[in-house]
């Protein structure tokens, strides 16, 4: 099993739509979770930090499972904007803190 | 306060040559992560360094791979006699010792 398995996708959605992602992860030590997004293959750039059961910010809403080890991520009122590649990343401390990152959702929000 | 920084954004090297890699934190950070990213796959971590120190580098292929974190200057991951399968997106992280990481801009590497 994959250390972490994201939604394959891509998803294509309409402009206004409501949209999530799943992804799981096989390391039950794993104790911080993160959200990052991925525009053409450049830099990773944070959205959300997880450490309890979820996290919203604005239109954004991160929810964690630890018992069945997923974590989701709500995207509501799609822009045009949002159309990134999704990466998911849960985080061991006693490693040393690298992060495990999953293959990415592609998400592309259309007009 | 400058993010991170990565030289060169590209890099065209030969086989057989040697690439490197520069990275400076973010200011007061002082751990770093390099992660690389082949085409059309996921990022991979590679290895992770404090000042002078190698922390984790169970990501680093057994050859021609080295990095290091001076006391002095930008961290440096060194790849030796290039091979066109070393053609990726070299990214790097830093942090304070927390655990949010700061992506710098990458550097694209490609080997003919």
């Known amino acids: 099993r994959k250390e972490v398995e994201q939604d394959p996708g891509p998803f294509n959605v309409p402009e206004g739509a409501t949209v999530a992602f799943n992804c799981t992860y096989s390391?039950?030590?794993?104790?911080?979770f993160f959200w990052y997004r991925q525009d053409c293959r450049k830099e990773p750039k944070l959205l959300m930090s997880v450490y309890s059961s979820g996290n919203e910010d604005g239109r954004f809403t991160a929810q964690l499972n630890r018992a069945s080890q997923y974590i989701s991520l709500l995207i509501r009122d799609s822009k045009l904007s949002d159309s990134a590649t999704y990466l998911c990343?849960?985080?061991?401390?006693?490693?040393?803190?690298?992060?495990?990152f999953g293959q990415g959702t592609e998400l592309s929000v259309k007009p | 306060n400058a993010g991170v920084m990565q030289n060169p954004r590209h890099l065209v090297r030969r086989r057989g040559q040697e690439a490197r890699l520069r990275c400076s934190p973010m200011?007061?950070?002082?751990?770093v992560y390099w992660y690389r990213q082949l085409p059309e796959e996921g990022l991979k971590f590679m290895v992770y360094l404090q000042k002078e120190n190698i922390i984790d580098e169970s990501g680093m292929p057994k050859e021609r791979f080295s990095a290091e974190f001076p006391k002095e200057g930008p961290s440096i991951l060194r790849i030796q006699q290039v091979v066109r399968g070393d053609s990726a997106a070299y990214f790097c992280?830093?942090?304070?010792?927390?655990?949010?990481?700061?992506f710098g801009p990458g550097t694209r590497l490609t080997v003919l």
């Open positions: 992280a830093s942090s304070a010792g927390g655990d949010t990481q700061y």
């Open positions: 990343d849960p985080m061991i401390y006693n490693q040393g803190g690298k992060l495990i």
């Open positions: 200011k007061g950070h002082s751990h």
């Open positions: 390391n039950s030590a794993s104790q911080s």
